[in-house]
């Protein structure tokens, strides 16, 4: 079946980059998104792309699609302490666009 | 403010009690989605409506029943909580580019 896996944890210094990978096993995924959730609240879409492109950039989000290997990344550049929450990757699955998500990736940005 | 809306935002049960949880969406959307996220497990779909009058069962439908009352309105029921429902529970319709919209989630204690 469907499967989106992501590394649990990372920190960074405020300033630097942060890279946040995933991996997914549908190749047939349609759209791959990155969603954002603060503590208590619930997500929200940060960027998506479309299965045919290998990268889009918003501001100063980055996403790099890899489809041969079925890895996505998600790049914050000048990562701010506002940017710590936790980051879920996810595939859209089916006829129904039901979404798989990763089980997230707790950012840590550091003063 | 557009979006989804759900109520309540917190609920405590004993076992064996029944709830209803309510959602519904200004958007118009077609689709509509029950998620639970638990720690570490990302979120996992219990139900979803790709339109009026049509609900399918998700990754983790048992102990749940749904209700597509009408385009706005997707209800979730436990008719006989356990503790294993203990959760936080999300719902969301999707809209452009098939991206969700979730509303602010219900956390849901059953003791």
């Known amino acids: 079946g469907e499967d989106v896996e992501q590394s649990l944890f990372l920190s960074v210094r405020e300033g630097d980059s942060s890279v946040i990978n995933c991996t997914y096993t549908d190749s047939s995924s349609t759209y791959l998104y990155w969603y954002k959730q603060e503590p208590g609240a619930g997500l929200q879409l940060l960027t998506y792309?479309?299965?045919?492109?290998d990268m889009k950039q918003d501001q100063r989000l980055t996403v790099l699609l890899n489809k041969k290997d079925k890895h996505l990344s998600l790049r914050i550049a000048d990562t701010q302490t506002g940017d710590s929450a936790i980051y879920f990757c996810?595939?859209?699955?089916?006829?129904?666009?039901?979404?798989?998500f990763g089980s997230g990736t707790r950012l840590l940005v550091r003063p | 403010n557009a979006g989804v809306t759900q109520t309540p935002k917190f609920q405590v049960l004993k076992t064996g009690q029944s709830m209803t949880l309510q959602c519904a969406q200004d958007m118009n959307h077609n689709s509509m989605y029950w998620y639970r996220q638990d720690p570490g497990m990302g979120l996992r779909l219990i139900y979803y409506?790709?339109?009026?009058?049509?609900?399918d069962k998700g990754e983790v439908p048992n102990g749940y029943n749904v209700s597509r009352l009408n385009k706005r309105e997707f209800s979730l029921r436990l008719e006989s909580a356990a503790p294993s429902q203990t959760s936080v529970y999300f719902c969301a319709s999707m809209g452009e580019n098939y991206g969700y919209t979730f509303g602010s989630g219900t956390r849901l204690t059953v003791v």
């Open positions: 996810a595939e859209s699955s089916g006829s129904s666009y039901k979404l798989i």
């Open positions: 792309i479309f299965s045919n492109m």
């Open positions: 409506s790709a339109s009026e009058g049509t609900t």
